[in-house]
């Protein structure tokens, strides 16, 4: 009976991997997005970010890491024709024109499609603009080219990213309509490792006992 | 006999020919966007030409073809990859002299890294001529951090180091080893040095000087906007796209022009203007309104240089300085169609009758023509034209006398004609007020003009004046910042004049120094510890109550000219320093030598660059002044902690 | 040539130089004057009576334009619009600057800089310029003079453009130029070969870098060295 109850346990876990779940942002709003075909494993947030390069003491980075900007003000919506960047969208949209927006994963996920709609303007950072996805260890798992001088520019593509913890958004654009399919990742993360192995070794003791 | 010889003359002949003909081919004899590697076959850094990803600028070759022949296809190719114009963005023009420009206009790269660049030109014949040059597409990082919405250039023409130092001494004072306080330029955070040199002389003029913020290139001395080629036309040279233009486009950001000089001047027409003659001021003028209200979104243009702005027919009044182009001395503007094509703007004509300020009210500006046409504004306005004076403003000294008693009015001056002419921080005021009420932000240039003018003139009291009124001008953006964190501000200048010094403090009394003999005022100059403190006291307007004080300070000139110095303020303005005081004054002679008007002159001493707000930290270390266009646009592009 | 003619040739050549060296020295007016035996100016020796013409009308400078300015372009006054065509008599300055167009000078009402290298036609200098025609004559042009001038001559307004890109509105057609303080008349015209200070008109920049058939393997200023061959960074 207890070996089935590790057992059920181990597949429990895996099973909770398998589940879509898709976060839907209109940015009415704010950058809370609508939770729909299951349930979040772990929190997202949104926060305007930076690239830092040096760790607390001066030294450099191994890899350079987004991280929130603190000083920054919060997440803001609103309509692009109000700068000018295009016609009106009713709704509102993400205001990631003067910074890029950075979402994290408390936990990391498996990323199985993304969306995303850009402004109707052709104002926009003419070079290099990719919304970027990066594991844990600040690794760039993945990145999609975005034009912002393309008006009403969209991105709709099957994924198949593991562990994810961060997506960027670059600067100089409004966003809407953006969609991310995912769900709690089976990657194990250093931590992960260490918890499925104490679960395990826990279960064998169980059933040693019996 | 005879024929055998004649035979044997012509076999040679020909065989001669035949020689001379192998070694006639065409040569490419100028290769733009310029550089080392096709000047001096020199593919190392520094690289001379660089670009922002997807700054547009065009390619050019001047081609010499063989007597007689032509040139029938060029090819420019980057990195081996051989360039498509645009429709209509490209031409072979002959030139003249056998000789063929070949350009293709608009062009961008959106890499970053080092380019080169092959021509490879096509002669009638089928010989082939080629040229290899490069230029680096700058890397700017993205994501760095917030980006600066915000940023003015503001820009003390001439000002070195020393004049900072001299206008510290008058307006804040030093006692006892420290200064009483410092300027608003010494309270920004970050201060580096910066190398003033033009692409073709280690002394620049204000042209380059100024070219170099607004497009992060080189630039011939008194070219703007461009760079050089082999035309007279003014007009044609391969252009370099603005920084206005381009935060225009890709942020939707305005422009502002602010000068005390006349604004067909250098230093503004460099922010948003492309010709290989700064003094085309017709052209300069018209294009301000056919290319930078059109398509860099300017907003804001003030200063002098009325004359410009009025038809030459007298319809709207005298005074117009309105020239046609069928002159070498002034210019109106037409631009050959690739120029058209290329970069999309009006092929612009000849009309000295043009009513530009009409034509600019038309374009929705409010037409300022004094301080309270200033004064009179809602504050609603989004477009601002102000036209102060028909030349240069005049300077703050005289401005300043004429408001604190009216009937002062210095000789020479315009303060007759234009009573009512604002100050620098009057009119920084109310750039700052149109322009901030663009969402997508604003770049806006402010120059003190005169301190450079003055300090040619050596008329020391008027350009250590006017550096003060420049530093209150600097207050104004720095209190903007502080409300406004996302604006970054940059102070510096396009190259020092004048070789200022100062060499210590008058050890007379200003009523002493009025009745010394003249061969005696060289025995007042009080050096090392007879310098002492100079006092001046600065009155309720902020200025100096006068300057002529008792153990004042004293400056030297090192890039001058003849002039005769009595120590004291000259009432007159803009008189030569040969034809000022010259009974009253002592001769101190010069090294500049040449013809016409005798001044003192630009140096090629590096100068100070000051920095504060969104991005400032870059602007530290010894760098090249075109390094400060990068710098400000990583801020802008990409963002800075 | 013998020695006995030498001694008599030697002398005369030698003093015939001192003679045109002390005749360069001279005067420069009364070198003129000694040439043109119909000179604009009335042809007298210097310090005689001054010159007088009743029928001249002073006109100030600061009476030329209405002021202070409107918001546009400047008005001439009244009395200005009576005098185009008439003669008049101005006293002011001259500005030194030398006119691409020999025969023309700016007067001002104070003495005036003006550096046409460093400005080009961006100046300070007053709408109320006056430009002054006074014609070449023997390739004698007007040259600069520092006293203070009084001017007579036929006025004439209107907007013109100049040879050297210049608008001019104020004219004169000078008849006769007078020392404003004695009214003894002066010779304005100097042989234009003798005009060392004459600026050089500015030619248009052809955009001089420098020429790029200079043989890069003799000398790259670049790297201060004298052959390509031996670059520092390959030691």
């Known amino acids: 009976m207890k070996k089935i109850l590790s057992i059920v346990a181990l597949a429990a876990m895996c099973a909770s991997s398998q589940a879509a779940t898709v976060l839907s942002y209109s940015f009415t709003s704010d950058a809370t997005p609508a939770v729909s075909g299951g349930s979040l494993v772990g929190t997202v947030s949104a926060a305007y970010a930076y690239i830092e390069t040096v760790d607390a003491n001066g030294d450099p980075l191994s890899l350079p890491s987004f991280r929130p900007d603190l000083t920054a003000p919060a997440i803001a919506v609103g309509d692009p024709s109000a700068r000018g960047y295009g016609a009106p969208i009713s709704g509102n949209a993400l205001d990631a024109v003067d910074q890029a927006v950075l979402f994290s994963f408390s936990a990391p996920q498996d990323i199985s499609a993304f969306a995303l709609t850009l402004d109707n303007s052709t104002i926009g950072t003419p070079f290099g603009t990719n919304v970027e996805f990066y594991d844990s260890q600040d690794a760039l798992l993945y990145s999609i080219l975005v034009d912002q001088t393309v008006s009403g520019f969209s991105v709709n593509q099957a994924l198949s990213l593991m562990g994810v913890s961060k997506v960027v958004l670059p600067s100089g654009a409004f966003y809407d309509n953006a969609s991310l399919t995912v769900a709690a990742s089976a990657v194990p993360e250093p931590s992960r490792v260490l918890l499925m192995g104490l679960f395990a070794g826990v279960a064998v003791f169980r059933r040693r006992r019996a | 006999m005879k024929l055998q010889n004649s035979g044997k003359f012509i076999a040679v002949i020909t065989g001669l020919f035949a020689l001379g003909n192998a070694f006639a081919a065409p040569t490419v004899t100028r290769l733009n966007p310029p550089s080392a590697l096709f000047t001096y076959a020199d593919a190392t850094p520094p690289y001379i030409s660089r670009f922002l990803p997807a700054q547009r600028f065009d390619l050019q070759a001047t081609i010499q073809a063989d007597a007689g022949k032509t040139i029938t296809s060029v090819v420019f190719k980057v990195n081996g990859s051989p360039v498509t114009a645009a429709s209509g963005a490209s031409a072979i023009t002959s030139i003249g002299g056998d000789k063929f420009s070949a350009t293709i206009r608009g062009y961008s790269n959106s890499t970053a890294g080092v380019k080169t660049l092959v021509v490879e030109a096509t002669q009638n014949d089928s010989l082939v001529a080629t040229g290899t040059g490069n230029f680096e597409i700058a890397s700017i990082t993205l994501n760095a951090g917030r980006k600066a919405k915000n940023i003015i250039w503001l820009i003390g023409d001439g000002t070195g180091i020393a004049h900072r130092t001299a206008a510290r001494i008058v307006s804040k004072g030093a006692s006892l080893g420290k200064s009483n306080d410092p300027l608003a330029i010494d309270t920004l955070p970050v201060t580096g040095i910066v190398v003033t040199h033009s692409l073709n002389s280690i002394v620049t003029d204000s042209a380059p000087g100024a070219h170099c913020y607004s497009t992060g290139n080189k630039a011939n001395n008194g070219q703007e906007g461009v760079f050089p080629d082999d035309t007279t036309d003014k007009w044609d040279n391969p252009r370099i796209e603005h920084m206005g233009s381009y935060l225009a486009r890709t942020q939707g950001k305005w422009l502002g022009i602010v000068s005390t000089a006349d604004v067909e001047d250098a230093t503004p027409a460099a922010f948003a203007v492309s010709t290989q003659d700064r003094g085309a001021g017709t052209g300069i003028c018209d294009m301000y309104l056919d290319e930078a209200v059109a398509n860099h979104n300017l907003h804001v243009l003030m200063g002098g240089g009325r004359k410009w702005f009025l038809p030459l027919d007298g319809s709207a009044g005298a005074g117009s300085g309105r020239v046609n182009s069928s002159t070498s001395g002034g210019g109106d503007y037409v631009v050959p169609s690739d120029v058209q094509a290329g970069w999309s703007v009006p092929a612009g004509s000849v009309d000295p009758n043009r009513n530009l300020i009409a034509d600019f009210q038309t374009a929705g500006f409010y037409y300022a023509p004094d301080l309270a046409g200033l004064n009179a504004m809602t504050g609603s306005e989004t477009k601002l034209l102000g036209l102060f004076n028909s030349g240069h403003m005049d300077v703050s000294y005289d401005k300043i006398a004429h408001r604190r008693n009216s009937a002062t009015i210095a000789p020479g001056s315009l303060i007759a004609t234009y009573p009512d002419q604002p100050l620098l921080e009057e009119m920084t005021d109310k750039a700052l007020t149109v322009l901030s009420k663009n969402a997508n932000g604003f770049v806006m240039m402010i120059e003190g003009a005169s301190i450079d003018k003055q300090a040619h003139n050596m008329d020391t009291e008027r350009w250590v004046h006017d550096a003060i009124e420049f530093d209150k001008a600097v207050a104004k953006c720095i209190a903007f910042q502080v409300a406004n964190p996302d604006t970054l501000i940059i102070v510096t200048a396009d190259h020092e004049c004048a070789g200022i010094a100062i060499s210590g403090g008058s050890t007379v009394t200003d009523a002493a120094l009025q009745s010394t003999a003249v061969g005696s005022l060289k025995g007042i100059v009080g050096t090392y510890d007879n310098a002492k403190f100079p006092a001046y006291t600065i009155a309720g307007d902020g200025y100096p109550t006068t300057m002529d004080v008792d153990y004042r300070m004293i400056i030297g000139y090192a890039g001058n000219s003849d002039r005769y110095e009595t120590w004291r303020s000259s009432p007159s303005y803009n008189v030569s320093p040969q034809a000022r005081n010259t009974t009253t004054g002592y001769l101190v002679t010069g090294q500049q030598a040449g013809t016409g008007v005798q001044s003192a002159v630009h140096t090629a001493s590096d100068i100070p660059l000051s920095a504060g707000g969104r991005g400032a930290a870059a602007f530290t270390g010894v760098f090249d002044n075109t390094d400060a266009f990068f710098k400000a646009m990583q801020a802008a592009i990409g963002g800075a902690k | ?235």
């Open chain 3, 1 to 235: 040539m013998n020695l006995k003619s030498l001694s008599f040739v030697l002398p005369v050549i030698l003093l015939t130089g001192l003679g045109l060296l002390m005749l360069a020295g001279k005067d420069a007016a009364t070198v003129a004057q000694n040439r043109d035996s119909a000179a604009g100016a009335s042809a007298v020796a210097p310090l005689a009576a001054p010159y007088v013409d009743s029928s001249s009308v002073a006109l100030k400078f600061e009476e030329i334009f209405v002021t202070p300015a409107g918001p546009k372009g400047l008005e001439y006054t009244a009395k200005t619009r009576a005098l185009d065509g008439k003669k008049v008599a101005l006293t002011g300055f001259m500005l030194r600057n030398d006119n691409i167009d020999a025969a023309i000078f700016f007067f001002c009402e104070t003495r005036h800089a003006y550096d046409e290298r460093e400005e080009g036609l961006a100046d300070s200098l007053p709408p109320s310029l006056v430009q002054v025609i006074l014609p070449v004559k023997k390739n004698s042009a007007p040259a600069w003079r520092q006293e203070k001038l009084t001017l007579y001559g036929t006025l004439e307004l209107g907007p013109r453009q100049e040879q050297s890109g210049r608008v001019s509105h104020i004219r004169l057609q000078c008849d006769a130029v007078t020392d404003a303080a004695t009214g003894v008349p002066l010779e304005l015209r100097k042989p234009v070969a003798l005009q060392l200070g004459r600026a050089i008109p500015i030619p248009s920049d052809l955009g001089a870098l420098p020429p790029s058939t200079t043989p890069p393997s003799f000398f790259n200023p670049r790297r201060n060295i004298n052959s390509t061959t031996h670059h520092p960074d390959k030691l």
